[in-house]
């Protein structure tokens, strides 16, 4: 099948960057989105140009490492898929797709179509994670947990962290995955004596990065390749409300959000 | 605080609940469901007019008569008013802010039209509170009669006769139900309610009750514009 790839590129973050259109003739139906950019690229590179860049891992859609825009459109037209799982017999023959990076001040660009992450990474340190006693591992079925309970968690664990979320947001908003986070550690037991701290020490660093607001509208949840409820926002909006009225002290630090690559020498 | 080694970056004081995201919505929600309560009450009132001149004058006597109370009703909408559009301009100022580079081309896949439109709807219908204000209840602005103080009736039926306020109240009642639409449920989201079983049903109801009291304030002045109240 023939397409047009119609390409964000930009050399670096402070390079102006702009729309390249590449004519695909012989596009396989049964690529994966990704595969498609690979023959782009092996193209590319015969030709002597510089190949697109773009984040990939476990091309299985359980890594988070992969996405951008398909025609305004976070990981594509397809429902609960990443652009690694998305092949391309879903596009018709001939079709236009413009393919751009998720756009956020909190993403700060870093080539074509990779954004830099780190932000959702300060937000997991400052508090997605549970504190545990190091030595023997405890026994199984230690701690009973009934089958909805950890379903309800396991909805949530599914966040993978790709940023579909904050890109398909008009707002740019990292609710939906900080509230994932929040909610799949605190409906659990082991994550229940530290659900307080944890709700506003993740609500803290993620109002200290520059992300927008949740305005409830449900964009995020529509995107995400793992179709996290927006019932996770209001899980976080919970617990943040109730750590906040309970709170004996401000204990709770942010760290500031480091957007360089390196602070000391110039790459 | 102690000295930075390699791993620990630049420390800094949590925001505060009003200086999070989070606390300003939770705060809009809170001061909507007030608002919100206003609409109801102001909505059952106002309907009294089909029950003639007699009936909506009494009413408006009798809420000029509980004097203090009134002041104290008052205060509370003003300051939920000036918090709930302090949080909305703050916030939309930094959603603005966190995409300075926007998208050549952006879907929305998921989303109501009614939550899309709630920057439009919310100033459109403060500027027609505002109208409203001044031309039923100080009667600044009171087109084709005279404003009468105290004849509540006079003054609603003379005022919807003039074509263009009754078409600009219809206009603006119908983005309050909009809005209403979207932040009824929302306000719900943003202190932390959602269920998979009772949110769907909240939606729903959302849009009736939105619906209801649309058709309940319009029902006025088409009623006057159709002679049905004179």
């Not at chain 1, 609960?80 to 879903?90: E, F, G, K, N, S």
């Not at chain 1, 596009?91 to 660009?109: H, N, S």
Request: glycine share 8%; proline share 4%; hydrophobic share 45%.
């Amino acid at each position: 099948m023939k397409l047009t790839l119609k390409i964000w590129r930009q050399k670096s973050r402070n390079d102006k960057g702009q729309f390249v259109t590449y004519t695909m003739n012989d596009v396989n139906p049964e690529m994966s989105m990704l595969e498609c950019l690979d023959v782009l690229n092996e193209t590319l590179i015969e030709k002597g140009e510089e190949p697109v860049a773009f984040e990939h891992d476990c091309r299985e859609g359980i890594c988070g490492s992969c996405g951008f825009m398909i025609n305004g459109v976070a990981h594509g037209p397809e429902r609960a898929t990443t652009v690694c799982q998305l092949t391309m017999r879903h596009f018709k023959d001939g079709q236009e797709l413009v393919i751009e990076p998720w756009r956020a001040k909190a993403f700060p660009q870093i080539k074509d179509l990779v954004v830099d992450r780190r932000a959702f990474d300060r937000i997991i340190a400052s508090g997605g994670y549970v504190s545990i006693s190091t030595g023997n591992a405890t026994d199984g079925n230690t701690h009973l947990i009934g089958k909805d309970t950890s379903d309800r968690a396991m909805d949530a664990a599914a966040c993978i962290g790709c940023g579909a979320c904050v890109a398909a947001c008009p707002n740019a908003s990292a609710a939906l995955f900080t509230g994932a986070k929040i909610a799949h550690l605190g409906i659990l037991p082991q994550g229940k004596p530290e659900q307080d701290r944890r709700a506003r020490g993740m609500v803290a660093q993620l109002n200290t990065e520059p992300f927008g607001s949740c305005t409830n509208i449900g964009e995020c949840t529509g995107a995400c390749p793992k179709e996290i409820p927006l019932e996770v926002i209001s899980v976080m909006n919970r617990d943040y409300i109730r750590a906040s009225w309970k709170k004996r002290d401000d204990d709770v630090r942010t760290v500031r959000p480091v957007t360089d690559w390196s602070l000391s020498s110039k790459p | 605080m102690s000295a930075s080694t390699a791993v620990t970056a630049d420390q800094n004081r949590a925001p505060g609940f009003w200086q999070s995201t989070n606390g300003k919505k939770a705060v809009m929600a809170v001061t909507g469901a007030i608002m919100f309560l206003f609409i109801i009450g102001h909505v059952a009132g106002n309907l009294q007019i089909f029950e003639g001149p007699d009936k909506l004058n009494a009413y408006g006597h009798f809420l000029h008569s509980i004097g203090e109370i009134l002041w104290v009703v008052r205060v509370v909408l003003i300051a939920s008013v000036i918090l709930h559009i302090t949080a909305t301009v703050q916030l939309a100022l930094r959603n603005k802010a966190a995409r300075p580079v926007g998208y050549s081309r952006k879907q929305a896949i998921n989303s109501s039209y009614a939550s899309r439109t709630m920057y439009w709807s919310g100033p459109i219908v403060l500027v027609f509170i505002i109208f409203h204000l001044l031309q039923f209840t100080a009667g600044y602005i009171h087109p084709g009669s005279q404003f009468i103080e105290g004849d509540v009736y006079h003054n609603v039926v003379a005022g919807f006769q003039v074509w263009w306020v009754s078409v600009w109240y219809i206009f603006a009642v119908s983005l309050l139900g909009l809005h209403l639409r979207h932040g009824i449920w929302s306000a719900f989201q943003s202190i932390g309610y959602n269920h998979p079983r009772h949110t769907p049903l909240l939606k729903k109801a959302a849009l009736i009750i939105a619906l209801l009291i649309t058709l309940g304030y319009i029902s006025i002045p088409i009623s006057v514009l159709l002679g049905l109240v004179k």
